[in-house]
């Protein structure tokens, strides 16, 4: 009997990434995927997209726990990612994780937590 993980692995072989968005499946690929290969995805795609989506669910798990984890405190009036201290039109977002207390810029906030997922994803050793 053929598992999720079995075709995961044939599309891999054949050179095509399988991502899943939302109820859908996006295949990354080169050259075009074989027909057979193509045909089995639909067959399993319920079952794909629920590994899938599981799989996801999974690794942001582990990344906030990283994160959470590694969380260092910043001097108070001071940004953890710019280093800067405050501006009069961006304010900071406060951040808390147990008894550490940090600061970022409302317009560094989206940049510091792409540093900090990546920073995980190395150490995880979790494809992006």
Do not use: Y
């Not at 995961?8 to 995927?33: F, Q, W, Y």
């Amino acid at each position: 009997m053929i598992t999720v993980d079995d075709v995961l692995r044939i599309a891999k072989s054949a050179g095509v990434t399988v991502l899943v968005e939302g109820c859908n499946l996006v295949l990354e690929h080169d050259d075009d995927p074989p027909a057979n290969l193509v045909a089995m995805l639909r067959r399993f795609k319920p079952e794909l997209v629920n590994a899938l989506l599981m799989r996801q669910a999974d690794q942001r798990s582990l990344i906030t726990q990283w994160i959470n984890d590694h969380f260092a405190s910043s001097p108070t009036g001071v940004c953890a990612h710019c280093g800067e201290g405050p501006r009069p039109d961006d304010p900071f977002v406060l951040l808390f994780v147990g008894n550490d207390r940090g600061e970022v810029h409302g317009s560094c906030h989206a940049a510091w937590i792409a540093e900090r997922e990546s920073e995980a994803r190395r150490a995880l050793r979790i494809d992006p």
